[in-house]
Antibody, heavy 114, light 107 residues
Framework: QVQLQQSGAELAKPGSSVKISCKASGYTFTSYYISWIKQTTGQGLEYIGYINTGSGGTNYNEKFKGKATLTVDKSSSTAFMQLSSLTPDDSAVYYC???????WGQGVMVTVSS | DIQMTQSPSVLSASVGDRVTLNCKASQNINKYLNWYQQKLGEAPKLLIYNTNNLQTGIPSRFSGSGSGTDYTLTISSLQPEDVATYFCFQHNSWPGTFGAGTKLELK
């Protein structure tokens, strides 16, 4: 069965960075890209971008350029998203999803607070 | 970016009711429209992809339709477990964009 297992909740200080992971199982990892989505109460769901798990190529929503960096480790079937220069507006639940979002991870809550 | 407008924002219905949720795009999205169900504290779950294709394992009481800018999710007979928030998502144009959701409650 397809599973996307994400890393645990993060508490970070303003100005710092966090790197969250998404480990895939139950399918051929490089056959689907991984999408990343942000969810907040105020802004709802926002599509951050995706990474081609085979080539490592990326495509970012303009809004998240400079904020999110997507990488992949094919050897462990894991995708990563680093969020940099954190501000309270980055506090959210972040999801990874397979391809055009047919399967989702359980989400990672990131809280940015001093 | 394409704006996705869902209506109503909250819908109260009874068990057994036929329920219709709407999603309107700010421009033609060529049927590249997905529907998701999100229960409290859980990740969204794909119900329907590309307007009218039922995702594996989803009950047949869920169906989707539409074209151009207007799309609909229908639940033919509402069940208690269908209480959730429902989101639409267009992936025709970059970046993909979500609607704000319809919260479905039991009357």
């Amino acid at each position: 069965q397809v599973q996307l297992q994400q890393s645990g909740a993060e508490l970070a200080k303003p100005g710092s960075s966090v790197k969250i992971s998404c480990k895939a199982s139950g399918y051929t990892f490089t056959s689907y890209y991984i999408s990343w989505i942000k969810q907040t109460t105020g802004q709802g769901l926002e599509y951050i971008g995706y990474i081609n798990t085979g080539s490592g190529g990326t495509n970012y929503n303009e809004k998240f350029k400079g904020k999110a960096t997507l990488t992949v480790d094919k050897s462990s079937s894991t995708a990563f998203m680093q969020l940099s220069s954190l501000t309270p507006d980055d506090s959210a639940v972040y999801y990874c999803a397979r391809g055009t979002t047919d399967y989702w991870g359980q989400g990672v809550m990131v809280t940015v607070s001093s | 970016d394409i704006q996705m407008t869902q209506s109503p924002s909250v819908l109260s219905a009874s068990v057994g009711d036929r329920v219709t949720l709407n999603c309107k795009a700010s421009q033609n999205i060529n049927k590249y429209l997905n529907w998701y169900q999100q229960k409290l504290g859980e990740a969204p779950k794909l119900l329907i992809y590309n307007t009218n294709n039922l995702q594996t394992g989803i009950p047949s009481r869920f169906s989707g339709s539409g074209s151009g800018t207007d799309y609909t999710l229908t639940i033919s007979s509402l069940q208690p477990e269908d209480v959730a928030t429902y989101f639409c998502f267009q992936h025709n144009s970059w970046p993909g964009t979500f609607g704000a959701g319809t919260k479905l409650e039991l009357k």
